[in-house]
């Protein structure tokens, strides 16, 4: 998982540096594990209750990541199961379960992050609590550095907000990055751009405040 951006060496050089890694504190939304070595065989032999115990965990995680709020990620992972009732019979290959479990993820993601925005507007949304983000073991500098990078993530609009974190908090791939948000790779690279930018602008803000 790459960083969520650690602050360069100099102090008054304030962007993330994407080769580091994060300090975040995991919402997992379930105990299970998330082994992915299984054989292959049809999706459609799989039980959702087997389903659910491998990867509920990788669901929830990757729904922490991109959301950034402990409250909000164990509905995202019963939606996205919900989805996968109905889903589980188009699915040939138990190999193909992962990466379509993430493609939903990151869907129902940019939805929850649009209504959050959206009731911001009519001042029904929740406070953010960033508190709880930063791994607990994380030094005071990385914990505040991880509270101030998503304070800047939650001004940002959902196509720019959810492709940085998966390059730079979840650690895809361009191309992955440009497949799970259903963009070009052309448009996934200047979101992230773009994202890039206004994060550093937040953070220099702050710093010289």
């Known amino acids: 998982m790459r960083a969520v951006e650690q602050?360069?060496?100099?102090?008054?050089?304030?962007?993330?540096?994407?080769?580091?890694?994060?300090?975040?504190?995991?919402?997992?939304?379930?105990?299970a594990q998330s082994d992915d070595a299984s054989?292959?065989?049809?999706?459609?032999?799989?039980?959702?209750?087997?389903?659910y115990e491998k990867y509920a965990t990788y669901v929830g995680a990757l729904a922490s990541r991109v959301l950034g709020r402990a409250a909000e990620v164990e509905d995202v992972v019963q939606d996205v199961f919900a989805l996968a009732v109905r889903s589980l019979r188009r699915?040939?290959?138990?190999?193909?379960?992962?990466?379509w479990l993430a493609t939903v993820t990151v869907r129902r993601c940019i939805r929850q992050l649009r209504l959050r925005r959206m009731w911001a507007l009519v001042d029904l949304a929740a406070d953010p609590s960033y508190d709880r983000l930063p791994d607990p073991g994380a030094g005071a500098d990385e914990r505040q550095l991880v509270i101030e990078v998503y304070r800047?993530?939650?001004?940002?609009?959902?196509?720019?907000?959810?492709?940085?974190?998966?390059?730079?908090?979840?650690?895809?791939?361009?191309l992955r990055v440009a497949e799970l948000c259903g963009c070009s790779l052309a448009t996934a690279k200047r979101r992230i751009a773009e994202a890039q930018a206004r994060i550093n602008w937040e953070l220099r803000g702050r710093h010289d405040d």
């Open 7 to 31: 602050a360069n060496e100099k102090e008054d050089n304030h962007h993330v540096n994407p080769r580091s890694r994060p300090a975040l504190r995991v919402v997992d939304g379930s105990s």
């Open 91 to 99: 699915r040939n290959d138990i190999r193909e379960i992962k990466g």
């Open 152 to 174: 800047a993530l939650d001004r940002l609009p959902a196509r720019e907000r959810v492709p940085w974190t998966l390059r730079h908090v979840e650690g895809e791939s361009l």
């Open 39 to 51: 054989e292959p065989s049809p999706a459609s032999d799989v039980s959702l209750d087997a389903l």
